[in-house]
């Protein structure tokens, strides 16, 4: 079963989104990516079954990772948005095919 991506949408900058991420069945690692136009997909933050947390320089102290291991669902929260934000958004999980991903804008 694939990830379901939901809370993408049209934001100013400096505004803030949340994201969900529903994975049934999965304990393990999560992981939100992002994909620019004409950019390569990228790492934004992960977050073990622990609880521990990573997040890439870019967006480190404005996201937010967080997960329900009862719901099986992962957050990222995003304030302080920047136009260099905009990507579509994937969680992923090993050993699970891509979801559609949600489209996040953020505008100048």
């Known amino acids: 079963v694939r990830p379901v991506e939901s809370g993408g949408g049209l934001v100013q900058a400096g505004g803030s989104l949340r994201l969900s991420c529903a994975v049934s069945g999965s304990i393990g690692a999560k992981r939100w990516y992002r994909q620019a136009p004409g950019k390569q997909r990228e790492l934004v933050a992960s977050i073990t079954s622990g609880g521990s947390t990573y997040y890439v320089d870019d967006v480190r102290g404005r996201f937010t990772i967080s997960r329900d291991n009862a719901k099986n669902t992962v957050s990222l929260q995003m304030n302080s948005l920047k136009p260099e934000d905009t990507a579509v958004y994937y969680c992923?999980?090993?050993?699970?095919?891509w979801g559609q991903g949600t489209q996040v804008t953020v505008s100048s």
């Open positions: 992923y999980v090993d050993g699970l095919p």
